[in-house]
C-alpha cells in the first residue's frame, strides 16, 4: 500500500515543484489586476497608482481575516481596522508607525478562479466601487489573491491609501513578508497565482480518485 501511495502521489508533486520554477517573476494575478485597474483609471483621466507591496501584503493578510468565509464579503463583517496595526502589519513585516490612512477598500469571492480582468469587473459591482476606483485622493495600491485550502472559494482584495511613496507601509528590511497560500503585488515574487491553486487543488481530487481505483485494482 505504501508503494502505490508513492507511485500515486510523488508525480503530482513533482509537477507542482516543476511549476513554480518555470514561473515567471511578472506572472502575477495581483500584478495583473493593479496593471488593469491603472489602465481604468488612466483612461478615465485620473493618474496611475503607486503599487505599493506592503499595502498590497496587507490586502492579503485582509482576506486571509475572512477565513474562507465568501458570504461575509458584502456584509457589515469585516476587520477591524485596529487589525492593521496589531495584526496585518506585523504579519507582514510591516513597520506600523509607517501606516497611511486607507483611503478605499475592494472585496470580492467567487467559487471559481478567473482571470484578473474578470476578476476587476466583479469588483466593479456598482457606483460605489467605480467612485472608490476613480478617488482623486488615492495616491498608492496594493492588491491581494488567494484560494482557501488549495481551491475554492477565491478572494480578490485591492487596499488604496493617499500615503507618501517610499515612506508609507515600509517593511523591515525593505520586503515584505511572503505568505502562502496567494500572491499580493509589487513584490517581485515569482507567484503562479491561484489559478495554479485552484490546478492543485484538481490534481489532488484526480490523485485521490486514482488510488481509490487502484485500492479496487490491488484489493487494497
Known amino acids: 500500500m505504501a508503494m502505490v501511495l508513492w507511485l500515486l502521489f510523488s508525480p503530482f508533486l513533482f509537477l507542482s515543484v516543476s511549476a513554480n520554477t518555470q514561473t515567471k517573476v511578472t506572472d502575477n494575478p495581483a500584478d495583473e489586476l493593479v496593471a488593469v485597474l491603472n ?11 503607486t503599487d505599493n507591496p506592503g499595502l498590497a501584503c496587507i490586502a492579503l493578510q485582509y482576506i486571509k481575516a475572512y477565513q474562507g ?9 469585516k476587520p477591524a481596522d485596529s487589525e492593521f496595526a496589531e495584526t496585518f502589519a506585523p504579519d507582514c513585516g510591516v513597520e506600523a508607525s509607517t501606516l497611511s490612512p486607507i483611503t478605499g477598500r475592494l472585496l470580492g469571492c467567487q467559487s471559481k478562479y478567473v482571470k484578473p480582468s474578470e476578476a476587476f469587473s466583479m469588483l466593479m459591482k456598482n457606483e460605489k466601487s467605480l467612485e472608490i476606483l476613480y478617488n482623486k ?12 485550502d488549495g481551491g475554492g472559494p477565491y478572494f480578490w482584495c485591492v487596499l488604496f491609501s493617499n ?7 515600509v517593511a523591515q528590511g525593505g520586503v515584505a513578508k511572503i505568505s502562502r497560500p496567494g500572491c499580493f503585488s509589487g513584490a517581485n515574487d515569482e507567484c503562479s497565482g491561484a489559478n495554479d491553486l485552484s490546478r492543485l487543488h484538481q490534481m489532488w481530487l484526480y490523485a485521490i480518485t486514482a488510488f481509490v ?3 479496487y485494482a490491488f484489493g487494497i
Open 69 to 77: 468565509d465568501c458570504k461575509a464579503v458584502g456584509e457589515a463583517k
Open 163 to 169: 500615503g507618501k511613496h517610499n515612506s508609507s507601509f
Open 39 to 49: 489602465a481604468n483609471r488612466t483612461a478615465h483621466k485620473s493618474s496611475a497608482l
Open 213 to 215: 481505483a487502484a485500492g
Open 137 to 148: 485622493n488615492h495616491t498608492e495600491v496594493g492588491a491581494g489573491v488567494t484560494g482557501s
